[in-house]
């Protein structure tokens, strides 16, 4: 995590990967969505709420497999996020319905899983 530029404004932080040489000092490990559902221990996910910050264009442009185990997808867009992650084409790959959406937040549904 380091510090944002100053047109993001006080609350703002950025995310990134660290390069291999780089001191650990706030280096935290990171975790996909499928190794995150595979350490659950569960089959499937009912609700899956993402609030990333804008990071939701890497998530949905990197493996996005584990969205069939997941029956209802809440998530939060940040300015043009939406487009610039492909998203609305990642849900039609997963048989997603979208069930409500405004600019910047979408509740879809699985219709694989019922």
Known sequence: ISEPSKDLGKWALQ?????????????????????????????TVDLLKIDIEGAEVDVFQADTEWMKKVRVLAIEFHDDSRERA?????????NFEIVDSNFHTVVATNRSLG
């Not at 492909?86 to 997963?94: C, E, P, R, S």
């Open 86 to 94: 492909g998203f609305d084409a990642v849900l039609q790959k997963y």
């Open 15 to 43: 995310v990134e990967a660290a390069p291999t040489t780089e001191s650990k000092t706030n280096v935290f490990q990171g975790y996909t969505l499928h190794q995150i559902i595979e350490k659950s221990g569960f089959d």
